[in-house]
């Protein structure tokens, strides 16, 4: 358990390295950096489930595509939902919005609280709708003070829900159905690299990036092998808390590249907080719940099978 608590921790700090990694690259643009991310880690991933024993996982993929016409739709619309969350995750640090994505990233879990809701028919606990009130505070004053939502907070904290709800209809909610997803961005990736007039024009104008690009994929195939084998090494309800750690350092990152929190900002970040440690408490106990009645749990315990970053 040691070993996955080190694991999640060093992912979330990779991630959150990613984030800031972004903004090391100009003269490259958002879409170009995360073009570049997609072409060096997908083989990546490729690999680790060759070295894992997963790739099974995508041959059964493949042989569901053959079985079930809804798969040649459902596929490319699971890709572009992701390939959207991949993309804005590159793209906000460096156009200042780096505040907004993580707090969708704060909102994400509250979100999946009612999705289960009225989705599934599952019944959040007390501390959780409390965490929905809360959260729903901060988007009020949001939209009271600020006349909305920003975009790219809405982006987070509702189409990573629906990409959730998505693949899990579809079936491909594990790694095999990420790989495939990374698979399918592949042509878009290499579009925003290469439909430029002069590709390498940037690292012709700045050598070091043949380095930094080498640098963006190695860290994020890491990152993501880092998530993955804590996955498999924690209990779920553990795995869970510790996913929080990452948009807190989202937020670390984004103010040291000098974006603010301004005054009306914080009654809507400090209520935000107060849901996300609202369902931390929630976690704590279930894991203790989970320590003492270990049998009653252990048939739900189960490793998620993609990342949010």
Same mark, same amino acid.
């Not at 969708?104 to 007390?126: A, K, N």
């Given at each position: ?159 990573? !829900? +629906? ?6 209809? &579809? @079936? ?5 159905? %990420?790989? *495939?997803?990374? #698979? ?22 700045? !050598? +070091? ?6 640098? &963006? @994929? ?5 990152? %993501?092998? *880092?998530?993955? #084998? ?32 301004? @005054? ?46």
């Amino acid at each position: 358990m040691a070993r996955g608590v080190a694991l999640s921790v060093f992912s979330s700090v990779l991630f959150a390295l990613l984030y800031y990694y972004a903004s090391l690259m100009t003269p490259m643009n958002g879409e170009v950096v995360f073009g570049w991310r997609m072409l060096l880690t997908m083989p990546c991933l490729g690999l680790f489930l060759l070295y894992s024993g997963d790739w099974r996982l995508v041959t059964a993929l493949f042989t569901q595509v053959k079985t079930r016409p809804v798969m040649w739709i459902g596929l490319p619309f699971s890709s572009a939902l992701m390939a959207v969350q991949l993309w804005i995750f590159m793209w906000a640090p460096i156009n200042g919005r780096g505040l907004a994505v993580s707090l969708g990233y704060f909102m994400m879990p509250l979100v999946l609280v009612l999705v289960g809701r009225f989705l599934y028919q599952e019944r959040p606990t007390r501390l959780q709708w409390l965490a929905v009130v809360c959260a729903a505070l901060g988007v009020g004053n949001e939209l009271w003070h600020a006349g909305g939502v920003s975009w790219e907070t809405m982006v987070v904290a509702i189409g990573y !829900p +629906l990409y959730f709800v998505w693949r899990r209809w &579809l @079936g491909n909610d594990n790694l095999g159905g %990420l790989w *495939c997803d990374m #698979l399918l961005m592949l042509p878009v990736a290499a579009w925003f690299v290469f439909a430029t007039d002069s590709p390498m024009a940037a690292f012709d104008e700045r !050598p +070091l990036l043949y380095l930094l690009v080498l640098g &963006l @994929g190695m860290i994020s195939a890491l990152a %993501l092998a *880092c998530y993955i #084998l804590a996955s498999r090494r924690l209990p779920f309800s553990l795995f869970g808390l510790l996913g929080y750690v990452e948009p807190v350092l989202l937020v670390v990152v984004s103010l040291v590249l000098g974006e603010t929190i301004v @005054g009306k900002e914080w009654i809507t970040f400090i209520a935000i907080w107060a849901a996300v440690a609202l369902l931390i408490l929630e976690g704590v106990r279930k894991m203790l719940a989970f320590r003492r009645y270990p049998f009653r749990q252990s048939a739900h315990h189960q490793a998620p099978g993609s990342h949010g970053s």
